[in-house]
């Protein structure tokens, strides 16, 4: 699917508009050879396409225009041809992250680089909407991330694990609320984000996310 931002309706002076446009410009600077060894990425040379995975699906994106298209999968929703922070975050991954593998351990948003100075965004905008969202609904919220390819996990109430891109990994974990409490929340990232990610990136990640989560919940 081909994206032109201006389908979004954004305005020119918009505060989505200005980074796509510093990002774009220096994808279309950027060496896809380079790309594919640094990260690891299949690159098509003669279609000049990169094969990205992001959130359950996989995407070839081609070099110097990004454009986006997914391949034949089950999910139903693809966030990176209709997100304009999924596709900032995914264009900012090509153009600075490495190939990092995890030890297996995982830490809370606090526990990142800068993760304390952005912490109550990060709640609002990320683990009370988790909570508030299906904290109360984890039949949903387990068909949801089963359509997603998300694995399951053993924490909390009910939980699972999601790979946003090649082996960076992120937990959703909830508890049922009662008559006594709320529900609540949790959201754990393998513990190599920090060597690609900044601590704005990983609260896009969890706003991208939940946002994909809604999207195929419409359509379960």
């Known amino acids: 699917m081909a994206f032109d931002l201006n389908d979004l309706g954004y305005e020119k002076d918009s505060k989505e508009r200005m980074p796509w446009e510093h990002y774009t410009e220096a994808y279309q ?10 990260l690891n990425l299949p690159y098509d040379e003669t279609r000049k396409v990169l094969t990205v995975y992001f959130l359950g699906s996989t995407y070839e994106i081609s070099w110097p225009d990004f454009q986006v298209s997914h391949l034949d999968d089950s999910v139903g929703y693809y966030p990176l041809e209709e ?4 596709k900032i975050l995914v264009i900012r991954y090509l153009l600075e992250a490495v190939d990092s593998t995890p ?3 995982y830490k809370t948003y606090r526990e990142m680089p800068w993760g304390e100075v952005y912490l109550r965004q990060f709640d609002g905008r990320c ?8 904290g109360n609904r984890l039949e949903q919220f387990e068909k949801t991330m089963e359509r997603m390819q998300a694995r399951k996990t053993k924490f909390g109430d009910c ?3 999601v790979e946003l891109v090649k ?7 909830l508890w049922e609320g ?3 409490f709320p529900p609540s929340s949790q959201i754990l990232f393998s513990d190599n984000f920090p ?3 900044s601590a704005e990136d990983m609260a896009v990640v969890g706003d991208v996310t939940i946002g994909t989560m809604k999207e195929i919940g419409k359509i379960l």
């Open 29 to 38: 600077k950027a060496d896809p050879e380079e790309i594919s060894r640094r």
């Open 83 to 86: 997100m304009i922070y999924a």
């Open 103 to 105: 030890s297996g351990a």
């Open 127 to 134: 683990i009370k909407r988790l909570a508030f969202s299906y």
């Open 159 to 161: 939980s699972y694990e």
């Open 167 to 173: 082996n960076y990994f992120v937990q959703f974990i």
């Open 178 to 180: 009662d008559e006594e």
């Open 195 to 197: 060597t690609s990610f």
